[in-house]
């Protein structure tokens, strides 16, 4: 009979995958001996068998239930409903990753209309009870009923605003009975059934609802976006309840081993007096710095703080700790490795490997790739910032960033605002884990309530979004879509810039510059080289991107786009020459001026990379994307070039093609007008002779696009080494170039043994292979991706992380044929997909040499290989 459920004396950090982290953790530091208030784990598989039998919770499950709440109950010397000594419990989720605020919680279950008079009586404080029982109400009804907490708030605030109340904890016993009664009646109001007398079937209910929120629709958001798998399931944590509301030396507060947003070590966090745990994540009222507990309770800070290195040095990692003080006694709720920003991030893994906790490869491991972007983007100019107009300077830096946006007042709007284009900034009072579609739309999230560890700042940081929490000075009316500020007003769609990294906020949009790189930066990205196996190039040809490339210390040029560098005004009229031209004279004529161009082009590419791999595409796209298309375009053209419209016209629609993307272009291109070959080789090979003879060494490698065929590749290789070699003879001199091929077919991925015979380097183009495979236009796919990968038909966009099983096995079969043939011939991946850390580690799991991507995604790139290459020597370790 399987184990549904473990006591947290049984569990261990080792059991994640089964208990999930909270569990894990919760279990990891009972053994540790530290405050753990006593509990039991209903585990991830229980979950996961729940969610594919659905409906109910097993009759095995329940009995299991009953025989650990029995040893609980032993264990604790409480029970539900026990006159002496009542057992109160938490219900709380707890995935093998975290997810903050993605699912669902529950606090002092077991309360009902007997206990709390019992709690009462007991504790000889009602008010107390009557909060706990109210609490209750509220979450349960949400959780596990779906009453919206509206319906709830608006009787409380009505009430606390009739009564002259500021605060909640100014309510007293008599105003909270009221309350409680009224929440029962919204029950009967709102699901028509009352609120579960019974303590068991509170608690079945309550997991049950756990499980459920395995599914609901902010946590599979935040999955995708984090790329958590979807069939891992949650764990369910029942713990006894300890009571951070039962009075003045009682607290609850949330705090990291590290400051999470610049890294700094030392301890940094926020609590409440008279509150529960949910009250400071939830940003309802605006907390107390950590430090100020030292004054009010000096033996529990210290107590803490002593805590705090005992986990830290034991996970060897920032921890985000939970805690509940109980009438002067430190509880520890959980620990887990903490959400941090990019910056942070860096800065901890260097102090980590200088401090000797770890080494740097497990250094590597404590920054995530995607959060590298962010470390990456500009930042607001110091002048003006000065010139600009602050509508806040009191806001909390949640989540560093400088972004620029509309307005706007819901998760609903930004999303659809952003969909259309539209950059936007979310303005909310708090934000909840149902805003989560809402923020990943928006530029930057701003909220009045709340603090360093609200839901708002947590979650932004997670995803690297800019957040400005805890603006008291903003008045943000979400109803009447305005925001008042020093007497002003701020309306929906008006224009704002946010500065997570300063907590303010000015009028209009603001002049931002590039990033700088930290020295933490600079060695952690050294580390990754050391590390990794695969080089990381760009995907660049404009001397902006090629630049920044190399700062970000890119290997060389995996793709330059040389139908990129034609659209210029000057060179589209000569391209377009060629393209209309009646004769080969013509066309010969057209090509010598565009080799002029091409020259300086190239001459500018390869003195940039100054001796680095660079590799020249020919030209690939559909001659038809050069031809006017308006009536007006077509007006100029037949200007510029003297040629009759009727003419032109008539060229355009012989150059239309059905279905463009596999028809004239490519290799195909320069099958048909070899003189376009020869033209590029002439450009390529004249700079690096003339930069040769000013001392300046290049390494071209020209690629020959879309091949499908060993005969297509040879034709043009022999036109591509005949016009070269003809130039070295001519100079009397020798230079090294190499001439290879993009694999973008299928068939090209089934022959790549014979065409590596002949080739001396491969480039996968990622993302037409993807789009021949599957059978998908890369242009059109977006109208149904999503809705494929909703309904499980795909798991991930292909075009954005690798299709292992299909696209993966071309490629993998492809290498391996290609090594057979050529153990010499250089291997690169150019895609989109050269980019993506999961499409990273698969690559580097094969004989490739390089991936390439665009300039901004190289340190991410080199992260990705790094980390999958450390994963591969553990691998290879532990087998030994």
């Known amino acids: 009979m399987t184990k549904y459920i473990y006591a947290f004396e049984e569990g261990s950090q080792s059991m994640k995958d089964l208990l999930g982290g909270k569990g894990a953790n919760l279990a990891e530091m009972m053994r540790l001996g530290l405050p753990v208030p006593d509990g039991f784990t209903i585990t991830t598989e229980a979950c996961i068998e729940y969610l594919k039998q659905g409906a109910t919770l097993s009759d ?12 609980f109950s032993e264990r604790t010397g409480k029970s539900f409903s026990s006159d002496d000594n009542l057992l109160l419990v938490s219900v709380r989720s707890g995935a093998k990753i975290s997810m903050p605020g993605m699912m669902d919680t529950i606090l002092n279950l077991g309360l009902n209309d007997e206990n709390v008079e019992k709690l009462a009586e007991k504790t000889n404080d009602a008010r107390f009870a009557y909060d706990c029982y109210r609490r209750l109400l509220q979450m349960f009804g949400q959780v596990v009923y779906g009453i919206n907490m509206t319906a709830f708030d608006r009787f409380f605030d009505k009430y606390k605003e009739d009564n002259g109340y500021e605060t909640d904890a100014e309510i ?10 009224r929440f029962k009646e919204i029950y009967e109001e709102e699901v028509y059934k009352p609120f579960p007398q019974d303590p068991f079937t509170q608690l079945t209910e309550a997991v049950e609802a756990v499980f459920k929120s395995w599914d609901n629709d902010r946590a599979r958001v935040y999955r995708d976006l984090n790329d958590i798998p979807h069939d ?3 764990g369910v944590n029942i713990q006894e309840m300890v009571f951070g509301n039962s009075g003045d030396r009682s607290g609850t507060g949330v705090a990291f081993t590290r400051n999470p947003v610049t890294g700094d070590n030392h301890v940094f966090g926020e609590y409440l007096l008279n509150a529960q745990g949910e009250d400071v994540v939830a940003g309802i009222r605006t907390p107390k710095e950590i430090e100020t507990l030292a004054q009010q309770m000096p033996e529990v800070y210290q107590e803490f703080v002593d805590v705090t290195e005992k986990l830290e040095a034991h996970y060897k990692d920032m921890q985000d700790i939970e805690f509940t003080i109980e009438n002067g006694k430190l509880y520890i709720l959980q620990t887990r490795n903490g959400k941090r920003t990019a910056k942070a991030a860096m800065k901890i893994a260097v102090d980590l490997v200088d401090e000797g906790v770890i080494t740097k490869e497990e ?4 920054v995530d790739v995607k959060s590298i972007d962010t470390l990456l983007h500009p930042t607001f100019k110091p002048e003006a910032i000065e010139a600009a107009e602050a509508i806040s300077d009191a806001g909390l830096p949640a989540s560093p960033g400088a972004s620029t946006g509309k307005v706007v007042f819901s998760a609903e709007d930004a999303k659809v605002q952003a969909d259309q284009g539209e950059k936007v900034i979310l303005m909310r009072p708090e934000t909840s884990p149902e805003d989560i579609e809402g923020m990943v739309a928006s530029e930057a999230i701003v909220t009045t309530h709340g603090g360093m560890t609200s839901h708002a700042a947590v979650v932004a940081r997670g995803m690297g979004k800019c957040c400005v929490t805890g603006c008291s000075n903003l008045n943000i009316d979400t109803e009447n879509k305005v925001v008042t500020y020093h007497g002003q007003t701020l309306n929906e769609g008006d224009i704002i810039s946010v500065d997570g990294s300063t907590g303010n906020i000015y009028l209009g949009d603001i002049e931002k510059t590039d990033a700088d790189h930290s020295e933490d930066f600079d060695r952690f990205m050294q580390w990754t080289q050391e590390t990794a196996r695969l080089n990381v190039r760009m995907n660049a040809e404009t001397p902006q991107d090629i630049a920044s490339g190399y700062q970000f210390d890119a290997a060389g040029i995996g793709l330059v786009r040389t139908e990129h560098m034609f659209f210029g005004a000057e060179r589209l009229v000569q391209m377009r020459r060629f393209i209309l031209a009646s004769s080969q004279e013509e066309r010969i004529e057209a090509l010598n001026e565009i080799r002029k161009y091409q020259i300086e082009d190239f001459e500018q590419i390869f003195r940039l990379s100054n001796g680095r791999p660079t590799i020249v595409r020919l030209l690939d796209p559909p001659l038809h994307e050069f031809l006017p298309k308006t009536n007006d375009e077509i007006q100029l053209v037949s200007q510029q070039l ?10 355009i629609v012989d150059l239309h093609e059905t279905n463009p993307m596999l028809g004239h272009r490519g290799c195909r291109l320069a099958v048909t007008y070899p003189e376009l070959a020869e033209m590029q080789t002439e450009a390529i090979i004249g700079s690096v002779l003339k930069l040769k003879n000013e001392g300046i060494e290049s390494q071209p490698e020209i690629m020959i696009p879309l091949v499908s065929t060993v005969e297509e590749f040879k034709t043009l290789k022999d036109t591509i080494q005949a016009t070269a070699e003809s130039m070295l003879a001519k100079d009397n001199t020798s230079i090294d170039y190499l001439i290879g091929t993009m694999i973008e077919t299928p068939r090209a991925c089934l022959i790549a043994g014979q065409l590596a015979k002949e080739s001396e380097f491969f480039s996968f183009g990622t993302n037409d292979l993807t789009q021949l495979t599957f059978g998908f236009s890369r242009d059109d796919a977006g109208k149904f991706i999503s809705e494929y990968i909703n309904r499980g038909l795909l798991e991930v966009d292909p075009f954005q992380t690798l299709d292992v099983d299909g696209v993966g096995q071309l490629i993998k079969t492809a290498v391996e044929q290609a090594k057979a043939a050529n153990p010499n011939i250089k291997i690169g991946v150019c895609g989109e997909l050269g980019g993506d850390p999961k499409s990273i580690h698969y690559f580097n799991n ?10 901004f995604r190289v340190p991410g790139a080199m992260l990705a290989a790094a980390q999958s290459q450390a994963e591969s020597e553990r691998a290879i370790g532990a087998k030994q």
């Open 172 to 181: 007293p016993a008599e105003g909270l009975k009221v309350i409680s009664a």
């Open 846 to 855: 094969l004989a490739i040499d390089y991936v390439s991507c665009s300039p």
């Open 232 to 234: 891992i399931g949650t």
């Open 60 to 71: 095995e499950l329940k009995e299991e239930l009953h025989t650990q709440l029995k040893a």
């Open 642 to 651: 003297n040629v009759d419209k009727d003419v032109l016209r008539k060229r």
């Open 363 to 366: 250094a590597l491991t404590k």
